[in-house]
């Protein structure tokens, strides 16, 4: 059994799709605290050949909040205008049509906060694609682990699935070690995206944007192959 948990982030790139394709079960870390200037609540897309972000306005954000106490700002006019921004610059890929119905379905309904409406664009995605990985919520089936260390709580949502393998980010190296993961009996490896390039209409490509602009371009066949570029460490 391999998992992987991880805070949910709004359209993420396409090392985050290659963790989820890579385990069993997929937990979305939404009650750990929210991170200011991270990767939560915005991404970059192709705009005009270079890379721009965009973001979900939020309501009351703060580091002293977790992520699932974040609201989505509806009142802001920034909102709607994030939809027609993703519709302005891949109006002409070749995939637009199927990509952006999974923008209007994302944006069919209003969220509770943060964590939803980031979790939801990366399950919808994952449909699309056809990944059989199950989800999970921290808060929602792991509430008793709270207020564990980082690395405690891991375990305990590891032991929870009687899992023997733990796929973590490539960044986590800083944090985790592999030694007190093997005292628990549980393998922990980080996966690392390989190189990937496509073609981005006639521009000079732009890596890791957002899994929209991998989408707009690909078929989901040609996706599920780059899914697979990644070693893990």
């Not at 963790?19 to 192709?46: E, S």
């Not at 496509?198 to 944007?209: A, I, K, S």
């Amino acid at each position: 059994m391999t998992i992987a948990i991880m805070q949910p982030y709004f359209l993420p790139y396409i090392g985050y799709f290659q963790m989820i394709k890579a385990v069993d079960k997929f937990v979305f870390y939404d009650d750990v605290n929210y991170i200011k200037g991270g990767w939560i609540n915005r991404n970059r897309i192709l705009i005009n050949g270079e890379a721009q972000y965009i973001n979900v306005p939020q309501k009351g954000a703060s580091p002293n909040k977790l992520i699932n106490e974040v609201g989505v700002n509806y009142q802001t006019k920034d909102f709607a205008k994030l939809e027609r921004t993703i519709e302005l610059a891949y109006k002409k890929a070749p995939y637009f049509k199927d990509v952006y119905a999974i923008i209007k379905e994302l944006y069919s309904k209003q969220y509770n906060n943060l964590a939803e409406i980031a979790a939801r664009s990366i399950q919808l995605i994952s449909e699309y694609l056809g990944l059989q990985t199950e989800f999970y919520v921290s808060s929602e089936h792991f509430s008793e682990t709270k207020g564990l260390d980082k690395a405690d709580r891991i375990l305990a949502i590891s032991r929870c699935f009687n899992a023997d393998t733990y796929i973590n980010a490539i960044g986590g190296k800083e944090l985790y070690s592999k030694e007190e993961f093997e005292t628990e009996g549980i393998k922990l490896q980080f996966i690392q995206s390989k190189p990937i390039e496509y073609t981005q209409f006639d521009n000079e490509f732009v890596p890791w944007l957002s899994i929209l602009d991998v989408l707009m371009f690909n078929s989901v066949e040609e996706v599920n192959d780059m899914l697979d570029q990644y070693e893990l460490v």
